[in-house]
């Protein structure tokens, strides 16, 4: 069975069967209404019974209660398992898939011999959603079930809603949208993958999901991933909780549903709570956005008086029907009935005179450093609002910090450890700082507080770049800028040079790499690290990304072609599909207009740059190029047809120019709203326009066709098409435009032929499998293609008369080099950048 050990029988007693949890028990009234959908279909409401009740006698669940471990994936077996055990009054330990030897420790520290578990007992949680709480939560049947109907009431759930699993099962707000749907006869796709993966959308769209739930984190990585919630209409309701997200960020997500048709719900809760105990009513979203709203149906709140906190706020209080029986600390615990009637949250509050409550901050969350009362979540606030992304912590009569940092930036945690000191009126000697490249997260998707002063303690080891090794340290390395846990390689500038060294070095950290790994967080992608030796990867081949493989065979083809060693032409037309692939991919994965326009441009000047340089300094010493090719416009200002050496570079300049031509496309608002909402149809749309020079229905300059970037547009818009063939309907129109429109136009079959394959290729497999000991040589061909074209021209032609072999491995040696000495100037310029702009932002007044 997929759950831990199966179901781990803890222990039992020989007492009646409990009445166990209403809506897990009542799932047949449902009768034929969809229930869950997965990957092999739709399972109705009747059908689901009929497992679960199935899964009760398999699993010997009709007998005395036992507390059951499950570590719970959002798949149908393992909701099954879960539902039967609720349904027949077995309590279930809920566990981190993710987390096996966590889990392992859980089952084993409440093993054993002990008193049965109480017969009011129906779920053990930990807080915060992390496996490794010191402490279980204890929540009855009944709160389970109240928890449940309260959020279907205010959320206003019917049968008709769809729900999605975009947060973990085992985090009581993940398991809380599962309950509340399966309450009121709704249903739940259920699916692993991230809010940024665009199968979470497809699935969105085909099941016609109405409400997707998340943590701040979530609507970070929306953001980044550039959602348009109007592309979703199916989405009625967004709702928030897992912590306090900035009020202008909720108004802001309010404003973005409002224009869709979409409410946000922000949401107060904590796991003793079962899940929910405030929310805010949609309509107040943008004008209170700083308030946690109303207590859930059946709940209240009250403040009782802190002592040292001003009029009007106190820690606050909460009663209900969902309040947890209380802890367990040891298997004992277990057996315990309703230790409490309400729960003291540990939270700040206050109330405002319409009866809204707000959050002011947590009882816990101060320190006494040499004596001083030091109110950290103020002193945080305070640091985030000068610029400063970081986390506070008590580390004992001193602050524990942790500041978001680039590897090895000691200034930058010298002057949060000077900000700190000053607002908590502490010594600096009295503040431990770390510089992290991705502050630390609990599974849930909190900041992980609790990790902080480990952290500090472990200082100067844990400092900058010498945390090494982590996800947000290899794209810092490659892309030679700073990068945090949010940050993506898309959203960073990457680009198809960039991308092959970064999927190299992070295939090596995480053993498999998802494929949409440049549209996934730094701290996302740290979660699917892999052990290699343990997990499904082959020692003898891997994955790599076709684009990879596409550029350097392509690449090999051009190099070996010119010198006479082999004859496979059209290499340099497939790499201009490639490049349209790579564009969609990365510069327009992201939302804004600028910045797609920026990164396309600094896309273009990647090439273009090296290029001139290069071209020039060849041109001075040896006179063999004219101004016209060293600046990139030989096909505007050159001879019209082809001529050596002028149009050596032809391939680079049509790069460059599409890439201009491109970024001033994207530029203009219209269409830039179009490629939003038509991602697939605008590129085809483009190939067809780009067809008009192709088959010279416009002509605009010289008979040399197939080597102006006016005429091989079209190609570079059918790779940004294919880019976003997500379906088989949309690779099957890229392949009926590259069949009918690839021939005849180099009056070559066998180069036709090359081209209509290579694309193809790309268009159908997107991973190829390799034998791993080619994949380095492999990649360092791709990422080098752009050096080895640049100089294989001054290189090959020495020894292609009777050395062909000889003169193909020079030149690709001599590009191989040439490009090991540009990359880390190239990066080292970068970080001279970011420092120096880092250090212009703080200085300037009111930082």
């Not at 798949?75 to 392992?104: F, I, K, N, Q």
Request: charged share 20%; aromatic share 6%.
């Amino acid at each position: 069975m997929p759950y831990l050990a199966g179901m781990v029988p803890l222990y039992a007693s020989a007492r009646l069967a409990p009445t166990g949890v209403g809506f897990a028990r009542r799932l047949a009234e449902h009768g034929a209404r969809p229930a869950l959908h997965g990957p092999e279909g739709v399972t109705s409401y009747a059908d689901l019974a009929r497992r679960v009740e199935r899964r009760r006698r398999e699993a010997d669940l009709a007998g005395v209660p036992r507390v059951q471990v499950l570590a719970m994936r959002p798949c149908e077996d393992d909701v099954v398992t879960y539902l039967a055990c609720l349904a027949a009054g077995h309590p279930v330990l809920v566990t981190d898939p993710g987390s096996p030897e966590s889990a392992r420790r859980l089952a084993e520290r409440f093993a054993g011999d002990g008193p049965a578990p109480h017969p009011d007992l129906a779920l053990l949680l930990s807080t915060s959603g992390s496996t490794g709480s010191p402490r279980l939560v204890r929540l009855a049947a009944s709160a389970v079930q109240a928890n449940a109907e309260a959020i279907a009431d205010y959320l206003g759930l019917t049968p008709d809603d769809v729900a999605i699993t975009a947060l973990p099962l085992h985090y009581c707000y993940g398991l809380s949208v599962l309950h509340s749907h399966l309450a009121v006869g709704a249903s739940v796709v259920l699916t692993e993958t991230s809010v940024v993966d665009p199968c979470f959308w497809a699935a969105v769209d085909d099941a016609g999901v109405t409400s997707v739930a998340g943590v701040p984190h979530s609507f970070t990585m929306m953001e980044r991933a550039g959602l348009r919630l109007e592309d979703h209409p199916s989405l009625r309701l967004l709702t928030q909780a897992g912590g306090r997200m900035d009020p202008e960020r909720v108004r802001d997500w309010a404003r973005r549903g409002r224009d869709a048709g979409c409410d946000l719900v922000v949401m107060y809760g904590q796991t003793e709570a079962t899940a929910r105990m405030a929310y805010l009513p949609p309509d107040l979203a943008e004008q209170r956005p700083d308030c946690v709203g109303v207590p859930v149906p059946g709940g209240d709140l009250r403040l009782d008086p802190v002592p040292g906190q001003p009029a009007g706020v106190g820690e606050l209080v909460y009663t209900g029907p969902n309040v947890m029986m209380g802890y367990a600390e040891d298997r004992a615990d277990l057996a315990r009935g309703h230790d409490l009637t309400e729960l003291r949250t540990g939270d700040l509050g206050s109330q405002d005179p319409d009866g809204l409550w707000r959050v002011v901050g947590r009882l816990s969350r101060f320190a006494k450093v040499l004596g001083l009362r030091v109110d950290l979540d103020r002193v945080e606030a305070r640091l985030r609002e000068e610029g400063y992304d970081v986390l506070l912590a008590d580390g004992g009569d001193r602050l524990a910090l942790a500041v978001l940092a680039a590897p090895g930036d000691e200034a930058r945690a010298t002057r949060v450890r000077a900000a700190a000191a000053g607002l908590a009126g502490v010594p600096e000697a009295a503040v431990d700082v770390v510089a992290l490249d991705a502050l630390p997260m609990l599974p849930s998707g909190k900041p992980d507080r609790a990790a902080v002063p480990a952290l500090a303690a472990r200082q100067p080891e844990t400092t900058g770049a010498s945390a090494g090794g982590s996800v947000a340290d290899l794209l810092a390395t490659v892309l030679g800028r700073p990068v945090g846990p949010d940050d993506t390689f898309a959203g960073l500038g990457g680009d198809s040079l960039s991308y092959v060294e970064a999927s190299v070095r992070l295939e090596e950290h995480l053993g498999r790499l998802p494929a949409d790994w440049h549209l996934r967080t730094a701290v996302d992608l740290e979660a699917c690290a892999t052990d290699r030796a343990g997990g499904s990867e082959s020692r003898w081949t891997a994955q790599v990304d076709t684009s990879v493989v596409l550029r350097a065979a392509a690449i090999v083809a051009i190099v070996g072609t010119h010198a006479n060693l082999l004859g496979v032409v059209g290499g340099a037309h497939v790499l201009l599909a490639v490049t349209g692939y790579n564009l969609a991919r990365f510069a327009l994965s992201r939302p804004a207009r600028r910045d797609r326009v920026r990164t396309v441009l600094a896309g273009a000047g990647r090439v273009a740059l090296p290029a001139v340089l290069w071209i020039s300094a060849v041109a001075l010493v040896t006179g063999q190029y004219p101004w016209t090719t060293a600046l990139l416009v030989n096909h505007v200002l050159g001879p019209p047809g082809w001529s050596e050496p002028e149009w050596h570079y032809w391939f680079l300049e049509a790069m460059v120019w599409a890439l201009v031509g491109l970024a001033a496309l994207v530029a203009v608002p219209a269409v830039h709203r179009a490629e939003r909402r038509w991602p697939f149809a605008l590129p085809v749309a483009l190939a067809l326009l780009g067809l008009l020079t192709r088959y010279e229905v416009v002509v605009l300059r010289g008979p040399d066709v197939i080597h102006r970037p006016e005429i091989v547009l079209w190609l570079v818009a059918l790779g940004w098409a294919a880019a976003r063939a997500h379906d088989v309907r949309r690779r099957l129109v890229v392949t009926a435009l590259l069949v009918a429109t690839v021939p005849g136009f180099f009056e070559d079959p066998a180069r036709e032929a090359v081209v209509v394959v290579g694309v193809l290729v790309l268009v159908w497999v997107r991973r190829l499998r390799l034998p791993r000991h080619l994949v380095a040589p492999l990649s360092a061909l791709a990422a080098a293609s752009l050096w080895i074209y640049l100089t294989h021209w001054q290189v090959y032609p020495h020894l292609e008369v009777d050395h062909p072999m000889l003169a193909t491995l020079a030149s690709l040696v001599v590009g191989l080099a040439a490009w090991r000495v540009w990359t880390p100037l190239c990066r080292h310029a970068r970080r001279v950048v970011a420092a120096r702009s880092s250090r212009v932002l703080h200085e300037v007044p009111g930082r």
